[in-house]
């Protein structure tokens, strides 16, 4: 048996996970396993098989497990949590430390030896972490996390960043597999509860590139999610709103991103009562929250591509100031983001038309309450793609203030959801 078992889950990335190996194969500590947990697209499964085999005939240390998935149930299912508990929990030869990775992370030569010699010498510690840095698509460095003593990993720490004991793993449980939260926030949070503080060594062990950093937009890595290809070198375009976000959150204290894809969408599908109506739908990336839900939107790209790739059935084109639907037909109806396109008058409008078809209705602004607050009530009147500056900002777009003078409202503390309801 091992003394250190790497887990590793890939998806549908040939060019990145060959970095990968030969990070854990080039390591200085020899007393490693690698665990590959492959849940390629299985037009992509022959051309990862055979990356893998080629590493693994030659070191019998190196396993690989493959499990076959429904591309259309990627979105209900976290399959990188389903892999790494099987690997953790029902493969693993009980190696007492693991470290996790991913197929586009890059372990530094020192890394498993650093890490393994800290906790050998430290019985107190159960958990450690070195330094992260996170390249830019320059090549310069964009970010770095960890490298100082924590008591809560959430934020500071990526999920390949620590070394854990066998011990703290049985502790904590298995990772989540279902809901809209962030995998390893979520495990962080049950990992303080067990072992605080979360030790840090100044030393950077770990390297990768932005990733999924500032990738909302990119069209051609919403087409990849599903079909494969994920996220090989990002692209200039791709690249150039991770800058531009990069900007917004130093504008507006927190960026889109975060409060779109964390907080704001956890809320909505907790608590939303079905049926659903989501105004403003463009690719159903909320659908997946939600067993009885409708989709309407005016941009006739997004909803092809929502029932195309993403599977979403009930979709429908529309405008959102005549929604073509009876009084009262939806128990919930939401929109994110919507009326930051709509001028004051056309957003008023909107807002009558969910609270007439539906029983409750809220609003998720996403870009941050404390934009409105501060007299920001649009994007930079730019275009990342093209401008090299900001030129100013659009103050004339539907926000909270315009709301209020209309309705009465009710904000849900630490999101960007709004409760609208009639005077």
Same mark, same amino acid.
């Given at each position: 048996m091992a003394k250190v078992q790497v887990v590793m889950p890939s998806y549908n990335r040939p060019k990145t996970v060959q970095r990968s190996i030969k990070s854990v194969l080039n390591q200085t500590f020899k007393d490693w396993s690698l665990y590959i947990m492959d849940n390629?697209?299985?037009?992509?499964?022959?051309?990862?098989?055979?990356?893998?085999?080629q590493y693994a005939k030659n070191d019998g240390r190196?396993?690989?497990?493959?499990?076959?998935v429904d591309d259309r149930l990627r979105f209900k299912t976290w399959y990188v949590s389903v892999v790494t508990n099987k690997a953790l929990f029902e493969i693993s030869e009980q190696e007492p430390y693991v470290v996790l990775t991913t197929d586009d992370n890059v372990m530094m030569p020192n890394k498993l030896e650093v890490l393994s010699k800290f906790l050998d010498s430290h019985p107190e510690a159960s958990i450690v972490?070195?330094?992260?840095?996170?390249?830019?698509?320059?090549?310069?460095?964009?970010?770095?996390?960890?490298?100082?003593?924590?008591?809560?990993?959430?934020?500071?720490?990526?999920?390949?960043?620590?070394?854990?004991?066998?011990?703290?793993?049985?502790?904590?449980? @298995?990772? =989540? !597999?279902? %809901?809209?939260i962030s995998i390893d926030k979520e495990y962080y949070? /049950?990992?303080?509860? &067990?072992a605080k503080p979360i030790f840090g060594i100044g030393i950077t062990l770990d390297?990768?590139?932005?990733?999924?950093?500032?990738?909302?937009?990119?069209?051609?890595?919403?087409? @990849?999610? =599903? !079909?494969? %290809?994920?996220?090989?070198?990002?692209?200039?375009?791709?690249? /150039?709103?991770?800058? &531009?976000?990069?900007?917004?959150?130093?504008?507006?204290g927190r960026t889109a991103y975060q409060k779109c894809f964390t907080s704001d969408r956890s809320w909505l599908h907790q608590h939303l009562k079905e049926p659903v109506l989501d105004v403003g739908c463009g690719t159903c990336l909320d659908a997946c929250g939600f067993t009885r839900y409708v989709g309407v939107d005016i941009t006739k790209s997004f909803l092809k591509e929502a029932h195309f790739t993403y599977q979403v059935a009930n979709v429908s084109r529309c405008d959102a100031r005549q929604l073509p639907f009876?009084?009262?037909?939806?128990?919930?109806?939401?929109?994110k983001g919507l009326l930051l396109h709509y001028l004051q008058k056309e957003g008023t409008k909107i807002i009558w038309e969910m609270l007439r078809v539906s029983k409750e209705t809220y609003v998720a602004w996403g870009f941050g309450v404390e934009a409105f607050n501060k007299g920001v009530s649009y994007l930079p009147s730019y275009n990342p793609l093209t401008s090299?500056?900001?030129?100013?900002?659009?103050?004339?777009?539907?926000?909270?203030?315009?709301?209020?003078?209309?309705?009465?409202?009710?904000?849900v503390e630490g999101t960007t959801v709004t409760k609208v309801l009639l005077r």
């Open positions: 390629s697209s299985d037009y992509l499964w022959p051309r990862m098989k055979e990356i893998y085999s190196i396993k690989i497990d493959h499990m076959r972490a070195g330094v992260m840095k996170i390249i830019d698509g320059k090549g310069q460095e964009w970010r770095r996390y960890g490298g100082t003593n924590v008591n809560w990993g959430v934020n500071f720490l990526d999920w390949c960043q620590p070394m854990y004991r066998r011990s703290l793993i049985n502790k904590v449980g @298995r990772f =989540v !597999t279902q %809901g809209s949070k /049950r990992v303080a509860k &067990f390297r990768t590139d932005t990733r999924f950093y500032g990738t909302r937009f990119s069209e051609l890595w919403k087409k @990849r999610l =599903v !079909t494969g %290809g994920l996220m090989e070198p990002l692209t200039p375009y791709v690249d /150039r709103w991770r800058v &531009f976000f990069h900007k917004m959150s130093k504008t507006w009876k009084d009262k037909a939806f128990q919930s109806a939401f929109s090299k500056s900001p030129e100013g900002f659009y103050y004339n777009r539907y926000d909270l203030k315009e709301l209020e003078k209309h309705f009465r409202i009710e904000p």
